[in-house]
């Protein structure tokens, strides 16, 4: 049964900083990709950043050079740093894993290439 746990989400002033994790379980599939992504109300789910078992990672334009996704796979979780927030990164945060073979097309940041989703954790950047 594959589990994913997320935490650290919370409420930060405009420029601030926050740490998700994401614990993972019940899965073994090495060739992988797992990402964040973020909803909010009204709007589709967004992929925030993606990272490879290798290590590969890929981000939203958005997010670019504030975000920092990274993975202890010795552990299994993955960990998202946000820093110089702001009021539109206001959102509820997703973890995702792919467990199975995915075409290659199919990009990293697209919620097509993930099987499993955690709860999530809400994130509120106020102005």
């Known amino acids: 049964q594959v589990q994913l746990v997320e935490s650290g989400g919370g409420s930060v002033q405009s420029g601030g900083s926050l740490r998700l994790s994401c614990a993972a379980s019940g899965y073994t599939y090495s060739n992988h990709w797992k990402a964040w992504f973020r909803q909010a109300p009204g709007k589709e789910r967004e992929g925030v950043a993606a990272i490879h078992n290798d290590g590969n990672t890929t981000y939203g334009d958005s997010v670019k050079g504030r975000f920092t996704i990274s993975q202890d796979n010795v552990k299994n979780t993955l960990s998202l740093q946000m820093n110089n927030l702001k009021p539109e990164d206001t959102a509820m945060y997703y973890c995702?894993?792919?467990?199975?073979?995915?075409?290659?097309?199919?990009?990293?940041?697209?919620?097509?290439?993930?099987?499993?989703w955690g709860q999530g954790t809400q994130v509120t950047v106020s102005s």
């Open positions: 995702a894993v792919q467990t199975m073979r995915i075409s290659p097309t199919v990009q990293a940041l697209s919620v097509m290439r993930y099987n499993y």
